[in-house]
């Protein structure tokens, strides 16, 4: 059943104004319907397992979110640069808006908050802080004092337009969860991968193509919760012709007392999970490291995860990064002063009666291998100390 609140008689002040400013503000409040003024904005959040609170702090978020970015087309405009691709700086901090887009806000006023059909939906009129916006508009774009700097202070960090078929919802965790690892993106409406990538070249960024897909599983036997299982497939692609996409897909499950809550706890996880991933994918790698890349045809992805941590145990390996994976193929980069010679002969060794694997081509700076589990009935199961591998 719909529920609808009436809407807040007083601003809700962000800035700390002292006392006077707080009389002023709750004087010159009016009613909603009276006048909502110019920058109102709506938005909305499902409600998991009854969780009403959570639901209407993520709602105001992304109502934020629109009254800042609201603001900060209308600053580029005045400047001239809303035809010009932003640069690395503004595309962080526009990012930032996600997360932090109260504190541009000088003051906010709720107009309306409705909850029904498992949805809660709020609207807001906002006193943007354009003065601080554009002062942190000047910083990203290195304007100020004449030195280069970004919104952070900090050098800003991979540039990437983030677009694909997925529900607001997970797009929405996706953002936060990159936002988390210190990935700098910036949400696009685009399903496609081509006009994506396009996008992405004029901001001289990468682009992000993502896709979803769930899997209801039933109720848990025993307990009152369902259980849903979800595969988050991701394209990172670079502009220009030939340049060749890393491909990750996380697959995970999640639990909770209705298959809507148990979707979105899985997308949450297979986010995050994507989110730590290409981290580690868009991670600059010392010019002097030293290094040999296994390109793995992996048979059950269980095998995989054996492989790797054999891979982090031995002797002369530094650290195992996984570039990029999918089902049924994996990257690793491992960082050693041995050879792809003798890095396969280790993992060989190391492997002996759980792994089968087949060497595909002659090592070199890249291993490229064939892994599988040591079946019941294969010659190399319980074989000792024999590589169970086979050289074609």
């Not at 006048?35 to 709602?59: D, I, S, Y």
């Not at 299982?229 to 030939?242: I, M, P, Q, T």
Request: aromatic residues 4%; glycine residues 8%.
């Amino acid at each position: 059943m719909t529920k609808l609140r009436p809407a807040a008689a007083t601003r809700v002040a962000t800035s700390p104004f002292g006392l006077a400013g707080m009389l002023a503000v709750i004087a010159f409040a009016m009613p909603a319907a009276a006048q909502p003024g110019e920058h109102v904005f709506t938005a909305e959040a499902l409600v998991v397992n009854g969780n009403a609170v959570m639901a209407k702090q993520r709602a105001l978020a992304d109502a934020f979110r629109q009254t800042v970015e609201r603001a900060f087309s209308d600053l580029l405009k005045e400047s001239g640069g809303e035809a010009q691709p932003l640069s690395p700086g503004l595309v962080q901090l526009k990012a930032s808006f996600a997360n932090r887009g109260q504190r541009f806000l000088r003051s906010y006023r709720i107009l309306e908050e409705e909850e029904g059909n498992g949805r809660l939906r709020v609207q807001i009129d906002a006193d943007v802080d354009t003065a601080l916006l554009r002062r942190e508009m000047e910083r990203a774009r290195g304007t100020t004092a004449g030195e280069p700097s970004t919104a952070s202070g900090r050098p800003a960090g991979p540039s990437i337009l983030v677009g694909g078929d997925l529900p607001d919802e997970v797009s929405t965790m996706v953002m936060k969860a990159l936002s988390a690892v210190g990935v700098q993106a910036q949400s696009a409406a685009m399903g496609d991968e081509a006009p994506l990538v396009a996008a992405a070249a004029r901001q001289a960024a990468r682009a992000l193509w993502l896709a979803a897909t769930w899997f209801a599983e039933g109720s848990i036997r025993g307990a009152s919760r369902v259980s849903v299982r979800c595969e988050l497939r991701a394209r990172l692609l670079s502009a220009g012709s030939g340049a060749r996409a890393s491909i990750l897909e996380r697959n995970e499950r999640g639990f909770a007392g209705d298959e809507t809550a148990a979707r979105l706890a899985c997308a949450q996880r297979a986010a995050d999970a994507l989110a730590r991933q290409l981290a580690a994918l868009l991670r600059p790698t010392p010019a002097d490291a030293r290094y040999v890349t296994l390109d793995l045809d992996v048979v059950e992805p269980a095998a995989l995860m054996a492989l790797i941590q054999v891979a982090k145990r031995l002797g002369a390996v530094n650290a195992a990064e996984v570039r990029q994976v999918t089902t049924n193929q994996a990257e690793i980069r491992v960082f050693t002063r041995m050879s792809g010679r003798e890095i396969e002969a280790a993992l060989l060794r190391d492997v002996a009666g759980r792994l089968l694997v087949t060497e595909l081509k002659p090592p070199g700076d890249r291993v490229t291998l064939q892994v599988r589990l040591v079946q019941a009935g294969d010659p190399q199961a319980g074989a000792g100390d024999e590589p169970p591998a086979t050289k074609p």
